[in-house]
Each structure stands twice: as C-alpha cells, then as structure tokens.
C-alpha cells in the first residue's frame, strides 16, 4: 500500500494510497487542498460529502486519507474517498 506523499507522488494513475498527515491548507474553491506528512506535500482533491460529519478538521488535525492516485501530465494529485480523523 502507498503510505506517503514521496511514494503516492511517484505511484502510477489509480494507484491506492491511505495517507497520515495533515491538511494544511485549502487551494481553491474546487475542494482542492495541500496535504503534507514527513516526506512531503500533495495536492488532495476532497468533495465535500467525503469529510466526517460533526468533526472539525484544520491544519493541526492528524487524518488518515483512502483514495487513489490521479495522475495528469504535468501533476500529480490525489482523489479522496474518505478522510478519517486521527485521535
């Protein structure tokens, strides 16, 4: 399973990631966001019915991600299917 950003940045299109870190900032009103762990950031794309109800989450709320790689081009992102909040 791709575990980090380095890995999922370097993973084939569609390839499964679940992903820890943190969400730490939002990139445009798409539902586009800067997702970082220790090896690095990625662009996240997470439709507003895939975030946990009744939790808040901001940039120093550790989630896990589930989805899978999507790979144009020229860049690289990730298609979220879930978010979980770590405790």
Do not use: C
Not at 7 to 35: C, M, P, S
Not at 60 to 80: A, I, P, Q
């Amino acid at each position: 399973t791709i575990s980090t950003v380095a890995q999922a940045k370097d993973a084939y299109d569609d390839a499964h990631v679940v992903l820890v870190g943190n969400i730490t900032k939002r990139l445009d009103r798409d539902d586009r966001y800067e997702f970082t762990d220790a090896s690095g950031s990625i662009t996240v794309d997470i439709d507003e019915d895939q975030w946990p109800v009744g939790q808040a989450v901001d940039e120093n709320t550790r989630v896990r991600l589930y989805g899978e790689v999507d790979k144009e081009m020229f860049s690289v992102e990730v298609d979220v299917d879930r978010v979980e909040v770590l405790r």
